[in-house]
């Protein structure tokens, strides 16, 4: 985990680097149930413990949605961008959700910068993203991530 902030200008020569991993984060319950609340998306795998205890997971698992909506914080602590307006999260060009995330796990993810260009007033960043259960084997999302950064 780096705590280094970079400028716009120093991105550019991290292309192709591991920037390392993040800290876990314990998916919990309630996470799962408020993100189940926002989306709409109430499937028992999801959100009734008791059923999912007897499903094919054994619990139940966190929305592969709110996994990949955890990046952005996740990679807070890997890639900090100094001297910008703001950040915001411009896409995803992939994503696939190859295993489940229990409830109860800590998960982190762990980035590649893959490429920095210059866009109308900042740089578009392009990230290689895996989000691991910790002691897991298979990461449980893969995808590649873009923000963008405003001068």
Partial sequence: MSDTVRSLEELSDLVGQHLGFSEYVTVTQEMVNLFADATGDHQWIHVDPARAAAGPFGTTIAHGYLT??????LLGGLLKVGGVSMGVNYGVNRVRFSAP???GAAIRAEATLVSVDEVSGGVQVTLDVLVTV??????????????????
Wanted: net charge positive; glycine share 0%; aromatic share 12%.
């Fill in 134 to 151: 910790r002691d897991a084997t298979k990461p449980s999302c893969v995808a590649q991530v873009v923000f963008r950064y405003y001068r």
């Fill in 101 to 103: 995330v229990p409830v």
């Fill in 68 to 73: 990949l909506s955890l990046v952005p914080t």
